[in-house]
């Protein structure tokens, strides 16, 4: 798995993506800068792929991050509570401010995501028995009793399908306007880049860390944050993507291993090319119509996410 | 020189290492030796700051551990602790590059990149360098982190157990490394063990642990005689000399 052929596939993806959807839309059209068809390109399809991209890399990432920390390779936003804790965060400040604007609503949510993912990391500390797959079987537990809650103050104050929502993972309503939180994921790449040492590091433990010198809480702590970022952010424009971050860092963790400096790059790629596949899988099956997003992750990445805890034994 | 003063911890009231006073001398292999529960690691890892004293306070080389810095500490002291992290999937050579990390942050130059190989070389890990730490055999992973220590050049190497789980041939092996690390690169090493043979036949000192306190404390051949081992085991242990080395029986004890 080359990073050069990666690329290749992303631009090629990311072309036909442009091209594929409702309204015919052929790069000859582009021609003419005033058509109808350009502005549907500018104001819908670029911003959706560009909202794919970033999701796709930002939420890889994020599962990577969670499972450098946690050391265990089946945590993730999604099995480890971050995605409902976010969305709980989403009821409250929709419960709080009715009229609450993105930026209040993901300033909320955001701290939700943190608490939840902390609270998570928490346990995970109290737990003596650290089995691989018990592990995110307490988180998705954890999820659920966070998600019951949120369904539980969504019925009494009737947003409940409001609240469905923001579960379902959707390309489709985005547009200009309603995808540029999604740019937040650019600066989380990057710090996570120059973090990359320091978190492979702290993989590897607590002794670990304190041998190197390593200031080991304190990169936990910028590792959750970041997570719980990019978590917010994608949930807020897109809705839940699951499994995404569970299975794209253990495919390239088989191939190239835990140094993230190394396995970074490969992460965010095949993440984004990956969503992109499920997008366009997603708007061709059945056409006109669209399959949503999370509905096509939920089926292939389940399907993968199988595939690897059969072959745990050969590598994990 | 290590010192340690007046050194205790508690787990609610119970005291797990108790006032000990142990002085770690330069250039030596030193043992910690002792039944389950005698508080062994526990100072060990309190030495090496992983985790905090109550009461008491260590030095090393006149300076007071409490006060270094992180980094700076961890160029002079390094501890190798046995837990199962090898769910992360590193190749030797990675490994073993981190024991930089102290100097470089991960940004290696050229001088920790012949450090880096020097020290794979002195253990035997060149041709496996690419390989990942998740496919080694007990001896060969224990090899990486014992290359890894090496590479983070710290005067002071502290192990914790680094023959659980391992075979005799790979057992004596490390032992022997260990050897070698005091003897042709001059460092010092301090290792809790658990088979009191190795502890006779390869340690210089050996420091006798008992319910938190010290027991014994003094160069291997005073303690490794009957007497001294029925303070420490509370079994009486016949001891015979073969090959030159002090081996106590007691299997039928």
């Known amino acids: 798995m080359k990073k050069r052929y990666l690329f290749i596939a992303l631009i090629l993806l990311s072309f036909l ?33 560009v909202a ?34 976010t969305r709980l965060g989403i009821l409250v400040s929709m419960l709080l401010f009715t009229n609450a604007s993105t930026i209040e609503k993901m300033i909320v949510a955001f701290v939700f995501a943190l608490a939840g ?4 990391m928490q346990i995970l500390d109290r737990i003596k028995f650290k089995d691989a797959i018990f592990i995110p079987l307490v988180g998705l537990m954890f999820g659920n009793i966070l998600s019951s809650i949120t369904t539980f103050f969504a019925y009494k104050s009737n947003v409940i399908q409001n609240m469905a929502s923001w579960l379902q993972g959707d390309f489709s309503m985005i547009m200009v306007g309603r ?31 304190k041998n190197l010198g390593l200031a080991y809480k304190r990169i ?24 995404l971050g569970l299975i794209i860092p253990n ?37 006109p119509y669209e399959i949503s997003i999370s509905l096509m992750v939920g089926v292939i990445g389940s399907g993968i996410f199988l595939y690897l805890l059969f072959r745990r034994k050969a590598y994990a | 020189m290590i010192q340690v003063r007046e050194l205790s911890k508690f787990y609610g009231k119970k005291a797990v290492v108790e006032k000990v006073n142990v002085n770690i001398h330069r250039g030596k292999i030193t043992s910690f030796i002792g039944p389950n529960g005698a508080g062994k690691s526990t100072l060990l890892s309190m030495v090496s700051r992983l985790i905090d004293a109550d009461t008491g306070e260590v030095l090393v ?17 390094s501890i190798l602790k046995q837990s199962n992290f090898m769910n992360v999937r590193l190749t030797i050579r990675e490994l073993v590059s981190f024991g930089r990390f102290p100097y470089s942050r991960g940004k290696l130059n050229a001088e920790d990149i012949r450090i880096i190989e020097q020290a794979m070389d002195y253990m035997g890990l060149m041709e496996m360098q690419n390989d990942y730490m998740d496919e080694l055999s007990g001896g060969q992973r224990q090899r990486a982190f014992i290359a890894m220590t090496i590479a983070q050049d710290t005067d002071y190497v502290l192990l914790d157990e680094p023959l659980n789980n391992l075979d005799m041939k790979h057992s004596v092996q490390i032992m022997k490394i260990l ?5 042709e690169l001059g460092k010092t090493v301090v290792i809790v063990l658990h088979d009191i043979n190795f502890a006779s036949v390869y340690s210089d000192r050996i420091v006798a642990l008992k319910n938190g306190r010290v027991v014994r404390d003094g160069p291997t051949e005073e303690i490794i005689n009957s007497d001294a081992l029925k303070e420490i085991y509370d079994m009486d242990i016949p001891i015979k000399k073969m090959n030159n080395c002090n081996i106590c029986v007691y299997f039928n004890s």
């Open chain 1, 17 to 49: 993506s442009l091209f594929v959807g409702v309204s015919s839309i052929s790069p000859m059209d582009l021609l003419d800068f005033q058509s109808e068809k350009t502005e549907i390109f500018l104001i819908s399809r670029l911003p959706r792929l």
């Open chain 1, 52 to 85: 794919i991209l970033l999701a796709g890399a930002g939420m890889s990432i994020a599962g990577l991050i969670m499972q450098q920390l946690s050391r265990n390779k089946f945590v993730s936003p999604t099995t480890a509570g971050t995605l409902d804790a």
């Open chain 1, 117 to 120: 993912t902390l609270l998570f």
């Open chain 1, 179 to 209: 995808y540029e939180l999604l740019y937040i994921s650019i600066p989380v790449l990057i710090i996570t880049y120059l973090y990359a040492n320091r978190f492979t590091v702290a993989g590897m433990g607590e002794d670990f860390s």
């Open chain 1, 220 to 243: 936990v702590n910028i590792g959750l944050i970041l997570v719980a970022l990019v978590t917010t952010t994608v949930i807020l424009t897109v809705g839940m993507i699951p499994f």
């Open chain 1, 251 to 287: 495919i390239v963790s088989i191939f190239h291993g835990d140094h993230l400096k190394k396995t970074l790059p490969h992460t965010a790629l095949l993440g984004a090319i990956f969503l992109l596949i499920c997008d366009i899988l997603g708007r061709v099956l059945i056409y």
């Open chain 2, 61 to 77: 080389d006149n300076d007071h551990v409490q006060k270094m810095k992180s980094n700076e500490f961890s160029k002079r002291v």
């Open chain 2, 179 to 183: 050897r070698r690390l005091v003897d």
